[in-house]
């Protein structure tokens, strides 16, 4: 009942795709041995682009993560865990996003599940490549996917759920740690407009704002669908307000896909990246883990 109320108020992305980003991302990784490309996130900043996404080298089977970093001096494009991180022992490196801390570039990404536990990563990779920094949080779940870190009056915080509301904030920064601390906690969490949302895409700060896309999971069949939401979080008031539309790739995505690299899947758009301008926000998200898409938006539309 409640996957049928959900369906009234739907937004198609599909008929606002982003032509020039989809055929900037299409010409980077034509130059890659790689297929099934998913999970796009992305930063456009004056001269510099920078795309992180997941896919699969040809001859494999097994699921890689990917930078791509464009500036006036060149472009290189490295395999996360083999080219970056081959001192991190995990068997994959997974969902990786883009973030900017005071006009520096980073990736976050995590070591995927992991039965005793797995680890979530923070990298600088612009304008200088670093050693990635492992983020310790000592009231952290077993299992951690998306955090979402943003830059706030000298401080480096993340976001680290919606419902309840939960805002962790570095307290140490060594050569190998970030270690995290409680900053807010919400302690009677009622907004039930909020209730399963979980995050999806980085922080974009506009106008004293932080805009994302967040995620709600429901079930068919007992497999699991992803919609997207538009949020928007107000750090000086510690609310979450939310979008009109839940957010989809079109009406044939939601059927899903005949390749499963997920087979608890029925069907996805996942949202990875976002970055608003002026009165437009630009959109990156997979397809089911098999495909990708990039959307232009009004921000009043969402």
């Known amino acids: 009942m409640q996957l049928l ?86 068997i994959r490196l997974i969902d990786p996003k883009i973030v900017m801390i005071k006009n520096h570039f980073y990736i976050t990404f995590n070591s995927g599940w992991i039965p005793e536990g797995n680890d979530i990563y923070i990298m600088k990779i612009y304008p200088k490549i670093e050693s990635a920094k492992q983020i310790i949080y000592k009231n952290r779940q077993n299992q951690e996917r998306n955090w979402a870190f943003f830059y706030e009056d000298g401080n480096i915080y993340a976001l680290y759920s919606i419902n309840p509301l939960k805002i962790l904030k570095v307290k140490n920064q060594g050569n190998k740690l970030w270690e995290m601390e409680d900053y807010y906690c919400e302690k009677n969490p009622n907004d039930s407009l909020l209730k399963g949302l979980s995050i999806g895409t980085q922080l974009f700060k506009s106008d004293k704002k932080y805009y994302f896309i967040a995620h709600k999971k429901r079930f068919i069949m007992r497999k699991k669908i992803y919609f997207g939401k538009l949020c928007l979080l107000d750090f000086n008031d510690k609310k979450v307000r939310v979008g009109n539309y839940w957010l989809v790739h079109s009406l044939k995505s939601l059927f899903g896909s ?6 608890n899947l029925f069907s996805c758009t996942y949202f990875s990246g976002l970055q608003v301008s002026n009165t437009s926000i630009k959109l990156g998200y997979g397809i089911n883990d098999v495909n990708y898409g990039f959307s232009t938006h009004r921000v009043e539309e969402l």
């Open 5 to 90: 109320q959900d369906l009234v108020n739907i937004k198609f992305c599909k008929p606002d795709q982003d032509l020039k980003l989809l055929t900037h991302f299409k010409k980077i990784i034509g130059s890659l041995n790689i297929y099934n490309v998913f999970n796009p996130s992305f930063y456009l900043h004056n001269n510099v682009k920078i795309f992180a996404f997941r896919a699969i080298p040809e001859g494999t089977n097994l699921l890689s993560s990917y930078i791509s970093i464009e500036d006036m001096t060149g472009h290189i494009i490295k395999n996360i865990s083999l080219d970056l991180c081959s001192d991190i022992d995990a």
């Open 258 to 263: 005949t390749i499963k690299t997920n087979t």
